[in-house]
């Protein structure tokens, strides 16, 4: 019976020795908190970075802030559609309805069946604050393209003409 927990104390320490040798051998790539090596690897993990700031940035109120750090995002990602999205929300917190518009239609042009995005823009084209694009046809348009899908009817021709 003693042999049975001296061979199984044995064991035990040889497991352990072999976990604290692989830790140590293990790159930075699986070290929590530390940046990969691996490029592609090290291309996301900077924008998650990047991107949990942003949101914290515009959580706290700090628009400007999150812009600049969603624009670090989209130049990893120029696809990432909540980035997008974020960016034009904090574009509208500033007054930059210009700028919200613009990248509202750059989300849209890549999701053209984003419902918030189509949403957000008829908001933006239907402004009247100082400084907003306001175009009513373009929000009608907007509008229509967020609610045809939910209703299951197909948009009239008048509503698909492109958005200037």
């Known amino acids: 019976m003693r042999k049975y927990w001296i061979a199984l104390a044995v064991c035990f320490l040889l497991a352990l ?13 699986d070290s929590p908190g530390q940046p ?13 970075q990047e991107y949990g ?30 980035s997008l999205f ?13 700028a919200a518009a613009e990248t509202y239609r750059k989300l849209l042009a890549i999701n053209p069946s984003s419902g918030r995005g189509w949403s957000q823009l008829a908001n933006v084209l239907s402004s009247l604050a100082p400084g907003a694009p306001t175009d009513f046809a373009g929000a009608r348009q907007a509008i229509a393209r967020t609610i045809a899908p939910a209703i299951g009817s197909p948009l009239p021709a008048s509503y698909t003409t492109p958005l200037g």
Request: with cysteine; proline share 3%.
């Open 86 to 98: 974020y960016l034009a929300a904090s574009y509208e917190e500033t007054g930059d309805y210009q």
């Open 53 to 82: 700031a942003a949101t914290r940035l515009r959580a706290q109120g700090d628009f400007e802030g999150a812009q600049a750090a969603y624009l670090r995002c989209i130049q990893v990602d120029s696809r990432h559609e909540d």
């Open 17 to 29: 020795a072999a976990i604290t040798v692989r830790s140590r051998l293990v790159s930075s790539e």
């Open 36 to 48: 990969p090596s691996n490029p592609e690897r090290q291309r996301l993990f900077s924008f998650w």
